[in-house]
T-cell receptor
Framework: KAGVTQTPRYLIKTRGQQVTLSCSPI?????VSWYQQTPGQGLQFLFE???????NKGNFPGRFSGRQFSNSRSEMNVSTLELGDSALYLC???????????FGPGTRLLVL | DAKTTQPTSMDCAEGRAANLPCNHS???????VYWYRQIHSQGPQYIIH???NNETNEMASLIITEDRKSSTLILPHATLRDTAVYYC???????????FGKGITLSVRP
């Protein structure tokens, strides 16, 4: 079975721009979660979607948003990029509660 | 979710067992213990999880103490490719969020 895929793998943007990252979960997985990893803050939870509904949300500003499509694929969007948004953005999928989350390789975003 | 505490780092010799400890003294009865690892700049990799019984899979064994206040991840025959940061996480089934701490850096030496 194919794993979680994320596109693009690398991205360079400038301050003030917006960016959209994409995640394709493992087939049959309906839950998709997003995480941000930075050297200073470590791995932090952004939000989780299940059956196209946001079910859980971390402590991030409203510039960070996401959505999930009927095929369980998910996108996250960051508007008005700041230098501090430079990070590795990770997507994880799961069949649901209590099941393990499986992570993709991440998208590395650099904001200049 | 209960806070977990891990040593900062440890090392072991290649071919030997690596025993990675984790304390979760405030864990509640419905919280599972999950272990993930992250090899530099890659996405975290799920290893194993358990509630109260010991668990084993093709990657590792998880030993949870009877009072559930601590656990140990055992890699039976460590290889150089097991060098990574290992995270111990406690979470309930109802909570989709994984709260990562700093983890423990395992260095496997030749």
């Amino acid at each position: 079975k194919a794993g979680v895929t994320q596109t693009p793998r690398y991205l360079i943007k400038t301050r003030g721009q917006q960016v959209t990252l994409s995640c394709s979960p493992i087939s049959g997985h309906r839950s998709v979660s997003w995480y941000q990893q930075t050297p200073g803050q470590g791995l932090q939870f952004l939000f989780e979607y299940f059956s196209e509904t946001q079910r859980n949300k971390g402590n991030f500003p409203g510039r960070f948003s996401g959505r999930q499509f009927s095929n369980s694929r998910s996108e996250m969007n960051v508007s008005t990029l700041e230098l501090g948004d430079s990070a590795l953005y990770l997507c994880a999928s799961s069949v649901g509660n209590m099941a393990p989350q499986y992570f993709g390789p991440g998208t590395r975003l650099l904001v200049l | 979710d209960a806070k977990t505490t891990q040593p900062t780092s440890m090392d072991c010799a290649e071919g030997r067992a690596a025993n990675l400890p984790c304390n979760h003294s405030t864990i509640s009865g419905n919280e599972y213990v999950y272990w993930y690892r992250q090899i530099h700049s890659q996405g975290p990799q799920y290893i194993i999880h358990g509630l109260k019984n010991n668990e084993t899979n093709e990657m590792a064994s998880l030993i949870i103490t009877e009072d559930r206040k601590s656990s140990t991840l055992i890699l039976p025959h460590a290889t150089l490719r097991d060098t990574a940061v290992y995270y111990c996480i406690a979470r309930t089934g109802a909570n989709s969020k994984l709260t990562f701490g700093k983890g423990i850096t395992l260095s496997v030496r030749p």
